[in-house]
């Protein structure tokens, strides 16, 4: 008699149960509704990774398209806004941008980052978004940066546009992480991807290990597990992030950023390490970075109630070695609160700048 495998004998209710699952899965990481899910899925035999990588190939070839193809103008729209960065300052082909668009904070002796969860997974007017965010990295000029849902032409255009910077992307499939370190200030060493084991929306850990003035920095960023229903997952991967945090060398400062998704309640559960402090709790908690992601003020997702969380989060631990000049925050701002031509904003997301004195 020939052997029944254990999802042979499972009843039709399972397969309909785990199939139910894998749609809402789907349609979580995609933006999309079950019945999207249930085609792309039904046409990959069910299997999400491949299900993914064909809903997103659909638009990705597309998206960028006149962006490549019109090298005569690289000048992205400006935006609606009394700061306008001068059109010299647009181009990021240069190594140095131009001084007219440095901020008063960005000096020699300080080290300056911008978070900002893209949302790359949304495709409207997505090349005109993604020059807003160039427009702003001309604006700030920031050291680093640290990216969420970036999408392969995304991470093309960045790598055109963007040339005084180096991009570190954190996948290549579907959507993932990167960071954008400043050449001239930043000196990259090497870069690992950490697998969060149990993730079912394809998320990881990005680090980067650099150098900055002398001083040895652990970059980290993710893209933690989303939803109020993955809380325990999403726990589970701030527990694994926090263990790198805390084996860090003591010579080396570590900074961990991006779109966690957390709770203030998740982050108690959790703890943090000795040593370890919430930049914007340090800075003193001030209420106009509180939300970053609010669909009172931003309306780039329609949604049918109001949502103001503090999705966005930098976290930082100095190093503790005698002798070894600390990294301490002293400015926090959001960024992208300013509508494009387009009528929508640069994310559903706003971004994080933050600055910190060498010291």
Request: charged letters at 30%; proline letters at 4%; glycine letters at 6%.
């Amino acid at each position: 008699m020939a052997s029944t495998s254990y999802s042979d004998k499972q009843p039709d209710t399972d397969v309909e149960t785990q199939r139910t699952r894998l749609c809402d899965e789907f349609a979580t990481i995609t933006g999309t509704d079950s019945a999207v899910a249930q085609c792309y899925l039904a046409e990959n035999d069910w299997e999400m990774q491949r299900a993914l990588n064909s809903f997103f190939e659909a638009d990705m070839e597309r998206v960028f398209a006149e962006d490549f193809e019109d090298d005569s103008n690289p000048t992205p729209k400006k935006q609606k806004t009394e700061e306008q960065p001068s059109a010299d300052c647009i181009d990021l082909t240069g190594d140095s941008p131009a001084t007219s668009c440095k901020s008063a904070e960005d000096d020699e002796k300080k080290l300056s980052l911008i978070s900002w969860n893209v949302d790359g997974l949304d495709t409207d007017n997505l090349g005109e978004r993604a020059r807003g965010l160039c427009s702003y990295l001309v604006l700030y000029t920031p050291d680093v940066v640290f990216l969420q849902e970036l999408i392969p032409p995304y991470v093309q255009y960045l790598k055109k546009r963007a040339v005084s910077y180096l991009v570190i992307e954190g996948g290549e499939e579907a959507y993932f992480t990167g960071m954008m370190l400043r050449k001239s200030r930043v000196k990259f060493l090497e870069s690992e991807i950490v697998t969060y084991p149990t993730t079912q929306m394809m998320r990881n850990l990005l680090v980067a290990q650099v150098i900055f003035k002398g001083h040895k920095l652990c970059l980290m960023t993710s893209h933690l597990e989303s939803c109020k229903g993955h809380a325990e997952e999403r726990m589970k991967q701030l527990r694994m992030v926090m263990q790198r945090v805390k084996d860090a060398p003591d010579d080396v400062t570590v900074l961990f950023g991006g779109d966690t998704n957390l709770r203030d309640t998740e982050v108690v559960k959790v703890g943090l390490p000795s040593g370890v402090c919430d930049v914007w709790e340090k800075l003193g908690k001030q209420e106009h970075c509180r939300y970053t992601w609010d669909t009172k003020a931003n309306s780039n997702k329609t949604v049918p109630f109001v949502s103001r969380c503090r999705f966005d989060r930098i976290y930082l631990r100095p190093a503790t070695k005698e002798g070894v000049p600390q990294l301490c925050p002293d400015h926090m701002a959001l960024v992208g609160l300013e509508k494009l031509d387009c009528g929508r904003y640069t994310s559903d997301h706003w971004g994080i700048y933050c600055s910190f004195t060498v010291g």
